[in-house]
């Protein structure tokens, strides 16, 4: 059983969750993931390692409510426990070989980001940052990041706060007046798609990370599959992160959607006996 | 009943193994397990006992039977084989020490010896004493990597040694390949349980959620521990490499067994969600061919089709299960290889393209060869298709464990007794031979088991 040391409504539906589990903590780094079931007959969900602690032995989690279980775990609190919590899972970030990085986030993506900033700046290391999101509301961690770089740049698609557009508006911008090594985004499969389309432009790299479908995390099921230049690859043990270049996309969305109909049902039956 | 036949094992009835998870068959009642013991000749040069990969006494625990002694019968077997009743289930008895028994000729059935042990396995877990507890006497610490066959084999008799021992296992729930791969129909997830937890009674520590390599470096667990055993199973399931296998719809074995196995997918208020295909066609025809095609079956596919390349006859799976599958109503389609997964939409599953094969005679290493008919291509229609084609190592081993040494497919290279390259670090079952039988993972579990209390024993 793993203790839900702290809980933080970060927005309408995004929970901060700290939790207990200092063996995953020891060995977590940046990119990693961890998976967790929430009950005895929950089911199995990867979740990104926002942060950790290794002296507390804790790590943190951002839980978006979409669906289900998502929405289950969302409703426990601070003291209460979950039951399986397993990681570190995947290979980390691996930024050795980058001087300039330009780390861009869509939405939730801010997950990885935020620990890929954090080591950057760690390591004294030019980087700049681009947070997106639909509102003022979903963009969390402005003030965070703003403690890891002078001026990050947040978008809106409504405008409420940041530039009212897109993150690829900007990535545009950067990309014309400065030079970068490399970049990473993280989000939604549309949102990644999206910026390595701009940066490609640019003949610069981008490096993605994949949120597929998993089921054990560890290699076995083969659930998370997606074709990377032109070989099966399993997001789970061989990323989760790739070139955005050797990535069937068309593939991966349409694989993304697998279970959209039944989960959908089941998180409407969920809320209906609530 | 003759005597020159086993002893039939019941069945459920045929619907309930249709709509049903429920086990298919029923072990024997201790009448129908003392009348077969009697079959038994009881030979001194017993045969069968070279057939078992864990060279269980099979006359010594049968005789036991015969004359009702069921607690005699349970303490010799389990001097053997800490995992009967699971072993009584899944073994292919009739390749192995069967095949052996004087009994079998072409007019007499062997001994059902396969029976008999899960009649003693099933009895010793409703039966059992505390009277197996041992206290580890030993000042020695192995680490277990994984919970399937070879690992819980390994434990058992590292701990019967007095040994301390602890098992790492990466999912939520133990017994690796038992638990997520073989279904609720052919081995019960209870029963599974039962066996383990009469590990833990021997004073055996399971770890869940830790993934050697990743959780614990192997570095970490070398330190602390005085001996590993790597038993982590096979691992990445293999594609054919044909196209279309990105399509949704498309599973793994693994994929689709897991869903329902471990994560119980098939029961109403499941989280964890399974699409009930309407037809469902396997790939493969090995056991987890069979496991994943029955499963479909059950789960409402109408009908659940195996597709195979070779023949009947060359079918890798028990025979016992071929009949179990074909009595539940699946369509064996044979001699015909898939060459295309299509899809009406792009998205999703629509049929498989297959070309037929014909057998073209056994070659020297007795496999028999079969070549595709030029323009022979036809179309099935499906909505779900399962690829049981067996696995690849996993990369994991080979990235944390550095100096690991392995061939070239990242199979684990060990000696006879199951040492690696590394001192003090040992390994056994399908993370070194690839996809085999629960028992053979389970012989080599124990052959390193001895391994490394005799290494041990030396260095104290």
Known sequence: ?274 | MTKAKKNPLLEITLDERQNTFKETTITYDAETAVREAQRCYNCKNARCIGGCPVGVNIPGFISKIATRDFDSAALILKTFNGLPSICGRVCPQEQQCEKKCVKCTDKTEPVAIGRLERFVGDYALTHSSNNEYQPNNSCFKIAVIGSGPASLSCANDCAKAGLHVTVFEALHSLGGVLSYGIPEFRLPKNLVASEISALEKLGVVFKLNCLIGKTITFKNLYTEFDAVFIGTGAGLPRFIGIPGEELNGVYSANEYLTRVNLMKAYLKDAKTPIIRHNRVIVLGGGNVAFDSVRTALRLGSKPAILAYRRSLNELPARSEEIAHALTEGVQIETLRSPVGIISDDGINVSGVEFVKSELTGIDSNGQQNFRTIPNSNFVMSCDGVIVAIGTNPNPIIKDCFNDLRTDSRGYILVDADGKTNINNVFAGGDAVTGADTVISAMGAGKRAAHTIINTLKDTH
Request: net charge neutral; glycine share 8%; hydrophobic share 40%.
């Open chain 1, 1 to 274: 059983m793993y203790l839900i040391v702290s809980k933080k409504i970060l927005s309408q539906d995004i929970v901060e969750y700290t939790i207990q589990a200092p063996d995953v903590a020891k060995t977590a780094m940046p990119g990693q993931f961890i998976i967790l079931r929430i009950d005895s007959d929950g089911e199995r969900v990867p979740f990104t390692i926002c942060d950790f602690d290794r002296t507390k032995g804790t790590i943190i989690i951002l839980v978006q409510t979409v669906g289900a279980t998502t929405y289950k775990l969302s409703q426990k609190n601070a003291g209460e426990y979950i039951s399986d919590f397993i990681g570190p899972l995947g290979n980390h970030t691996d930024l050795t070989m980058y001087k300039k990085v330009l780390l861009v986030s869509g939405g939730i993506g801010i997950a990885v980001t935020y620990p890929q900033a954090k080591a950057l700046n760690s390591e004294s290391k030019q980087f700049d940052i681009i947070a997106g999101a639909r509102n003022k509301e979903l963009l969390i961690y402005t003030k965070e990041l703003g403690l890891l770089t002078n001026s990050p740049y947040f978008t809106t698609d409504d405008g409420s706060f940041g530039h009212k557009g897109f993150v690829t508006d900007v990535v545009k911008q950067l990309l014309q007046s400065k030079t970068y090594d490399v970049v990473f985004a993280v989000g939604p499969l549309l949102m990644m798609r999206a910026v390595y389309n701009v940066s490609r432009e640019f003949g610069v790299d981008t490096i993605i990370s994949m949120n597929s479908i998993m089921l054990d995390g560890t290699g076995m099921c083969g659930c998370c599959r997606l074709t990377v230049n032109g070989e099966i690859k399993y997001a789970c043990v061989h990323g989760p992160e790739f070139n955005a270049s050797s990535i069937d996309w068309n593939q991966a969305i349409n694989r993304s959607k697998r279970f959209k109909e039944i989960e959908q049902q089941h998180y409407c039956r969920i809320l209906n006996n609530d």
